[in-house]
């Protein structure tokens, strides 16, 4: 299908991202950048705080039906986290895991992580703890929480470049103040008759830094190396890659179950992950340059 970028369908006079503040998404096409919340939690406007606001309430109610397993309330806050397509960022594949259901299934190891490992209890965990479920998850259940922030930012945007809403949309959004899912109906732009919702380009990545992987090398080899006082004939400190090899099974997730199992020994271990997470994005992970931007939208063959 021919591609067609937000700025085709508002008739804008330019494309390139140093003209824009969002993401000029294809609109006939899934686009490979997922919302990421550390890039979200560096942001200092004051939409950023309301998304930062909605997205904490959301995860401490969410974490703490996990620790009541209240089975009701799980439901009740996975029941409309699902996939959502309004922004054409990521896979774009439905499948049983973006139902209720099929979210708490694949959250089923967390009823038993939740009582061993106490420091649990910000978003970025899920990906760190729970294997498969990674940018495209959890960009998805980020983009339902924020669904009413989005449709905000989605009608400013629309306002500065002088385009009009030509419809309505009616959608669940999650309320920070009453801790719960709402339904209400507000002026969007739609685009093939569905919603359509534009990103900031200063909170997407194409793959997040934080991970199973990073908490592993960067925590728990560190830890490891400390701890048993790891060093070679020659009294140097052994790689990490060395230490990591000696690790390694032929297990697909190995490095979920070693880092699962270190995390419910050492639940400060996780503590100093989270902690860790802002000066590594501060060194690695600042958001996407507009010409980095430009080629994964505009030059996907």
Known sequence: MEKHFISDEWK????????????DVNLNDDNLLFIDPCLLETCSSSWAKSALETMYTFFNE???????????LK????NHAGEQNATHL??????????????????????????????????Q????LIPGFAEDGLSDLLTNILHKELNEFTLNQMKKH????????????????????????????????????????????????FGAGQYFERVILERLREEEQIYDSDG????????????????????YDYVIDYSEKHNDAL???????HSFYAEYGKPMLDEDLDKTIYFKK
């Not at 804008?12 to 993401?23: D, W």
């Not at 049983?96 to 009823?111: C, N, R, S, V, Y």
């Not at 965990?125 to 760190?128: G, M």
């Open 90 to 123: 990521g896979y774009g594949h439905p499948g049983k895991g973006h139902t209720a259901i099929g979210l708490m299934t694949d959250f089923k190891l967390l009823e038993r992580l939740i009582k061993n490992i106490k420091t649990i209890g910000i978003p």
């Open 12 to 23: 804008l006079e330019c494309q390139g991202h140093e003209n824009f503040e969002f993401v």
């Open 75 to 78: 439901y009740e806050l996975l």
């Open 162 to 209: 002088g385009i009009n809403s030509n419809g309505t949309s009616e959608f669940y959004y999650w309320n920070s103040q009453s801790l719960k899912w709402e339904l209400i109906n507000r002026p969007s732009y739609l685009y093939m008759g569905k919603e359509i919702l534009v990103v900031p380009k200063n909170i997407v990545r194409r793959n997040y830094l």
């Open 236 to 255: 140097k400190p052994i790689p990490k890659r060395e230490i990591s090899k000696s690790l390694k099974t032929d297990d697909e997730h190995w490095m």
């Open 271 to 277: 503590s100093e992950y989270h902690k860790k997470l």
């Open 62 to 72: 969410f974490y703490e039906a996990y620790r009541e397993n209240n089975q009701n």
């Open 125 to 128: 965990d899920i990906p760190v």
